[in-house]
């Protein structure tokens, strides 16, 4: 079974930058993508980055320009570099790997952006 853990997550303040880290326990490239999620209290969960295995790339409108996806194939890693954060980015972020239609997903980590 895969696992994936996710670090990097914290409290910063508007404007701020955060480097979330999704650690696999499996070669990523193994993979049909991988992404982040996030869900804030009371909202549904949602996609906000995603990578496939050919390396495009895809993010909601509300992160594009703020928000970069990459990996690292001999770290087994896959990063979400965060910048300018805003209050509403505050979430759990979830990472997330597929292949067909089978997911796994890390236990999550919060990130709060507040002054």
């Known amino acids: 079974q895969v696992q994936l853990v996710e670090s990097g997550g914290g409290l910063v303040q508007p404007g701020g930058s955060l480097r979330l880290s999704c650690s696999s326990s499996?070669?990523?490239?193994?993979?049909?993508?991988m992404g982040w999620y996030r869900q804030a209290p009371g909202k549904e969960r949602e996609m906000v980055a995603l990578?496939?295995?050919?390396?495009?790339?895809n993010y909601v409108d509300s992160v594009k320009g703020r928000f970069t996806i990459s990996r690292d194939g001999a770290k087994k890693t896959v990063y979400l570099q965060m910048n300018n954060l805003q209050p509403e980015d505050t979430a759990t972020y979830y990472c997330?790997?597929?292949?067909?239609?089978?997911?796994?997903w890390g236990q999550g980590i919060p990130v709060t952006v507040s002054s």
């Open positions: 997330r790997a597929r292949v067909l239609s089978r997911m796994s």
């Open positions: 499996e070669n990523i490239f193994f993979f049909n993508d």
């Open positions: 990578i496939n295995v050919g390396g495009v790339t």
